[in-house]
């Protein structure tokens, strides 16, 4: 089993910042994508940004030039910084990881969620 356990969230003027943690554990053998992901009161979950293994990156119209996302291999940990926070960016930010995890007849390839970290942007 892997768990992905997300931290950073909370309340924050416009304008400002906050630093999103998603660390992952569990019997991974090795993982390839993780991203970012909200969903706002009453709207689809949207992707944010996601990285792959060699840091290549993705990341949504509404993110860019405000937010990056970057990883650790070695900690299986993905980050989003995000600056100059709207309102509009209020939602609750899921971290996903595409994980080859170590199961006792091999390996198999999963899709896992972390439980969700609320960002509010008001003032």
């Known amino acids: 089993q892997v768990q992905l356990v997300e931290s950073g969230g909370g309340l924050v003027q416009p304008g400002g910042s906050l630093r999103l943690s998603c660390a992952a554990s569990?019997?991974?053998?090795?993982?390839?994508?993780m991203g970012w992901y909200r969903q706002a009161p009453g709207k689809q979950r949207e992707l944010v940004a996601d990285?792959?293994?060699?840091?290549?990156?993705n990341t949504a119209d509404s993110a860019k030039g405000r937010f990056t996302i970057s990883r650790d291999n070695a900690k299986n940990t993905v980050y989003l910084q995000m600056n100059s926070l709207k309102p509009e960016d209020t939602a609750a930010y899921y971290c996903?990881?595409?994980?080859?995890?170590?199961?006792?007849?091999?390996?198999?390839?999963?899709?896992?969620w972390g439980q969700g970290t609320q960002v509010t942007v008001s003032s």
């Open positions: 569990g019997s991974i053998r090795r993982i390839n994508a």
């Open positions: 990285i792959n293994r060699s840091g290549w990156i």
């Open positions: 996903n990881a595409d994980v080859e995890e170590l199961i006792w007849t091999g390996v198999v390839r999963r899709d896992y």
